[in-house]
């Protein structure tokens, strides 16, 4: 039940498919399916997976396809027994270790890169459950956040850039780990820290022990965890997303002042830097669109064709607060530019007489190799068009983006932050041709036609 109230918190991060894995000392049970948390566990599910350890996933696609297969944890039979293992980020090696594995006889079973980790950790020659784990993360690189459960102990690890946020917590006399402290929230267990780049964890009924095997990088957190994906009442990376994206709005408004008559967000995402920008301009703060909480997350979807059909369910216009008012217009990002094209039109539509465009981060120019699913390189539009061209694209009076370093600026993090999505620099070399794949294009079947070339 504990994990399961874990995984309904943190259902923003994934909504294709979700999963428990646990265990009662001796054997692991595994209940997963397609579909979101609450539609996925019942009481007769969760009555099938009895134990007082469990590690939870869920998933969105970005490396492997979105099938009940690939969907996570895991859990594999290897020579010393059972194991689960449930992974957040994107190996940048993954199809070349599978490909030697492949060649050495391995059998993969899904197109997903967390299958490369354990075959890693199975085929190890370590005795120890911890050192068996330490050379399996030596072989990868990329971005790892992942939890396993074997041998009756809990393993979290983190990898050494920090990409994707993982945090420790406790609930009574027991640990917890998760990607976001909202899930403690929802657990009633308290947040201890943040688990540091390179760290791993080795929960036992003994308690905790901490190894850094892996030297800590310099630059390496998503910055767009700050921006769009983690749930503004988390803490991440050491600060509250709620604040922080204010004060994106505050630099958003120092930056590009306007006049106009209202500042309106794109809900929900850019609700907070609409406040900031508010704040700081003194123009009047108005819901003008009116979100359906019975939509998922846009950007997250797998398919363009959901991904629209949402957009056409997801905003209604407020008529009354729009017509005849010049709208400053704030969402916190840009991707393929459909989505907000459409939104603009939605408010000249209820009688706007002005829309100016107001983007809480830099323009997206390179796809993310590290676990948020941008498109490829050719679908963002602006790796191919100027602002300008963007602003004709979406026919907003006006479009202006925060810069890169106002965006460092208010995330408080300037030194430790990647900001390759904005600027094409990563701080882990990527062996993909940017302007042709993006990392989940690599799937089962194109690793085995280059391996056989």
Known sequence: TICYLGLHALQHRGQESAGI????????????????????????????????????????????????ENAQ???????????????????????????????DGAIFQTGMDTEVIAHL???????????????????????????????????????????????????????????????????????????????TLLITEDGLSSFRPFKQSEEGRCIFEFIYFSRPDSVV?????????????????????????????????????????????????????????????????????????????????????LRGKRVILIDDSIVRGTTMRKIVKMIRDAGAREVHVRISSPPIISPCFFGIDTPTRKELIASHSTVEEINRFLTSDTLKYLSVEGLLNAAGNADGCCTGCFTGHYPVETPYDLDSYQMKLFDQVIIERRGHS
């Open 21 to 68: 894995a646990a265990s009662d000392g001796k054997r692991i049970r595994l209940f997963r399916n397609m579909g979101l948390v609450r539609d996925i566990f019942n009481e007769e599910a969760l009555g099938q997976l009895p134990g007082e350890l469990a590690i939870g996933h869920v998933r969105y696609s970005t490396y492997g396809t979105s099938t009940l």
């Open 73 to 103: 944890p895991f859990v594999i039979r290897y020579s010393k027994g059972f194991f689960a293992i449930a992974h957040n980020g994107n190996l940048t090696n993954a199809h070349i270790i599978r490909h030697q594995l492949v060649r």
């Open 121 to 199: 950790f199975a085929r190890s020659k370590q005795v120890s459950v911890i050192n068996r784990v330490v050379e399996a993360l030596s072989q990868v690189k990329g971005a790892y956040s992942l939890v396993m459960l074997v041998n009756g102990a809990l393993i979290a690890a983190r990898d050494p850039w920090g990409f994707r946020p993982l945090v420790l917590g406790k609930l009574k006399k027991a640990y917890v780990i998760a990607s976001e402290t909202t899930a403690f929230d929802l657990m009633e267990a308290e947040y201890i820290r943040e688990i540091e780049p390179g760290e």
């Open 237 to 321: 990376f050491g600060a509250n997303v709620y604040e922080v994206r204010k004060r994106l709005g505050h630099q958003l408004a120092i930056e590009h002042p306007t006049e106009a008559d209202l500042v309106t967000p794109v809900p929900d995402s850019g609700l907070p830097a609409a406040i900031g920008y508010s704040e700081k301009s003194g123009i009047p703060f108005e819901m003008g669109l009116i979100r359906s909480h019975y939509v998922g997350r846009t950007f997250i979807e797998p398919t363009d064709q959901i991904r629209h059909f949402g957009v056409k369910l997801k905003l209604n216009p407020v008529r009354k607060v």
